[in-house]
């Protein structure tokens, strides 16, 4: 009887909660891409075609951040737990060389490395599309990219950020006949209720659409991009193109405390510097701290691990790293050993690392089916509308993540990252990325995060990672929670306006710390939990922007 009564009990008690939703969860930063992604599993598809929707839709819709001029990342998990990540990552062309942004002074020359062809890197997106499609897609290339091409075709009304970000732009865009004949009004910023209509972009998508990779990297579109690219002073090659392969690397797998940790793998510097930060804090009992202790703690953690990104990481087909020891337990009781609880370390009392750049537009989607396949992306081009450089008849706006790369040893990129050798310029090299897609795993809840906001990506993540570890099943609170961060160089603590509180700012001032509130909130989380045992999803967006996160 009274097992009866348990029974109808946990029933009635689950059961609002049980109820799993049909079609599944997405969280974008835009109305439009997550509602081209419930199209596809509307039609059958899984988490994988409709991270392919979703992608090619933020192509058309949110140009100013992703597209597939540029590169991205997808984090898959599969529902019984296979994983497999798909690095759609930019190449330089064969052209590039270790100091090709360097003026005849020897320093860089950022106006090189941010606008016009030289900037852009070989896109990786649409072979990332490709490739996501054909491992664990059911639906096929052409009805995955029907949104987009429909949105392209049709045209919709850009919203408020979008037409600032275009002023913003609007030097480099205005310097790219075709990219100001889509983007701008006669020259200026459009005004709202811009209808933007992108036919070219249709028409390259449509080229993807029917014959998959050689779409975009042979044939038309790939002579319209280096004929444009060459003209315009750029230096690529067909076969530039014709080499581009989107590889797919094994995630790196790590663990706080009972969460489990599935995340991006280099050419991110992401994963590893999110796992060495967290092998770091999981030697203090962070919610026994005060909490000016427990963010000191957090904050010397993160110096230590993007110190390490600027030292070690680059391409794993170009250089080696010591991985294993960034990501082992050992490794990071050593770091901790060097952090005193009573007062700030100096970034220049650690072992040196030369520093490099880095740019500031870039998005990232989550969505996971009813199933409980899962994908986690981070898409980029960028700074806002990558290079500002479309080749003519393309509709391709080129990328600038070749700013990524560290132009010169030690000298700071646009998010004032710093690199070493392991992250210099080569041909056929990707640049490092700070775009971290994660999954993460306690007992039976999962959350899937990510965000743009370049350096800052990967500490975002980890203030993310540690709502979650405490205990929050809420995205909402992983979203929305108040950040700040430390990137080693330079060596000051930025924080968001009220990411940090008076007692917080006046507690790590007394330790040491040089604190600098920057000029607006930063991030665009876009994140998922999901109870499988239930079923249960709820997603979230970042309040910060206009993304949309539902659940169906
Ligand atoms: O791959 C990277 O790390 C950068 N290109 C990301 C840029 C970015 O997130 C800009 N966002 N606001």
Redesign the pocket.
């Known amino acids: 009887m009274q097992r009866l009564l348990t029974i109808v009990l946990v029933t009635l008690v689950a059961s609002p909660l049980a109820a799993a939703p049909k079609l599944g969860a997405i969280a974008s930063a835009h109305p439009l891409a997550t509602e081209a992604g419930f199209e596809i599993l509307a039609a059958g598809g899984n988490a994988c075609d409709a991270a392919v929707a979703v992608s090619a839709a933020l192509a058309v819709v949110e140009p100013v951040?992703s597209g597939i001029g540029g590169?991205a990342f997808y984090l898959v998990q599969l529902k019984g737990g296979k994983a497999l990540f798909v690095d759609a990552?930019e190449r330089a062309p064969q052209s590039a060389s270790r100091d090709m942004y360097l003026g005849e002074d020897g320093k860089p020359v950022r106006e090189k490395s941010l606008n016009g062809p030289l900037a852009a890197g070989i896109p990786g997106e649409p072979a990332g599309l490709v490739q996501v499609g054909k491992r664990c897609g059911r639906l096929g290339l052409a009805r995955n990219l029907a949104p987009a091409i429909r949105l392209a075709t049709e045209g919709f009304e850009p919203d408020e950020f979008h037409l600032q970000m275009v002023g913003m732009r609007q030097k480099a865009l205005a310097a790219a006949p075709a990219a100001a004949a889509v983007f701008l009004d006669q020259g200026q910023p459009p005004k709202a209720g811009f209808r933007l209509v992108q036919k070219d972009l249709a028409a390259t998508l449509q080229r993807l659409a029917r014959q998959g990779q050689p779409g975009f990297y042979s044939g038309d579109t790939a002579r319209l991009l280096v004929e444009g690219v060459n003209a315009a002073g750029g230096a690529w090659t067909l076969a530039d193109l014709a080499d581009y392969r989107a590889v797919e690397r094994t995630p790196l797998r790590g663990r706080y405390h009972e969460v489990e940790v599935l995340t991006a793998p280099p050419p991110?510097?992401?994963g590893v510097a999110l796992l060495t930060a967290l092998n770091i804090l999981e030697g203090y009992a962070l919610n026994l701290r005060d909490p000016v202790t427990r963010k000191h703690l957090i904050v010397e953690a993160m110096r230590r691990a993007y110190r390490d990104r600027a030292e070690y990481l680059g391409d794993p087909d170009y250089v080696a790293m010591p991985l294993a020891m960034l990501s082992s337990k050992d490794y990071a009781a050593g770091l901790r050993a060097g952090i005193r609880t009573d007062q700030a370390t100096s970034s220049a009392s650690l072992p040196g690392a030369p520093s490099g750049p880095?740019?500031?537009?870039?998005?990232h989607f989550s969505v996971v089916d009813a199933a409980g396949n899962i994908v986690s992306a981070?898409l980029?081009?960028?700074?806002?509308f990558g290079s500002g450089f479309m080749p003519p008849g393309s509709g391709v706006l080129l990328?600038d993540?070749m700013?990524?790369f560290s132009a010169k040893s030690g000298s700071p990129n646009a998010?004032k990252l710093i690199g070493s050798h392991a992250n210099a310029i080569a041909p056929g090299k990707r640049?490092?990325?700070?775009?971290t897609p994660t999954i993460l795993r306690r007992g039976d809840a999962v959350a899937v995060l990510g965000?743009?906001?370049?350096?800052?990506?990967i500490s975002m993540v980890l203030l993310g990672t540690l709502s979650f570890a405490q205990g929050s099943d809420d995205p909402a609170e992983w979203v929305t929670t108040g950040r700040y961060h430390h990137q080693f160089s330079p060596d000051v603590v930025e924080y968001e306006p009220q990411g940090l509180g008076a007692d917080d700012i006046a507690g790590l001032e007394k330790l040491g710390h040089t604190l600098q509130q920057v000029n607006r909130r930063?991030?665009?989380m876009q994140a998922i939990a999901w109870q499988p045992r239930t079923g249960q999803m709820q997603a979230a967006s970042d309040p910060r922007r206009k993304g949309s996160a539902q659940v169906r």
Do not use: A, F, K, W
């Open positions: 951040s590169g990552r991110s510097s992401g880095e740019g500031t537009d870039t998005t981070t980029s081009v960028n700074i806002p990328n993540e700013d990524d998010y640049p490092l990325s700070s775009m965000t743009p906001g370049g350096s800052r990506i930063y991030g665009n």
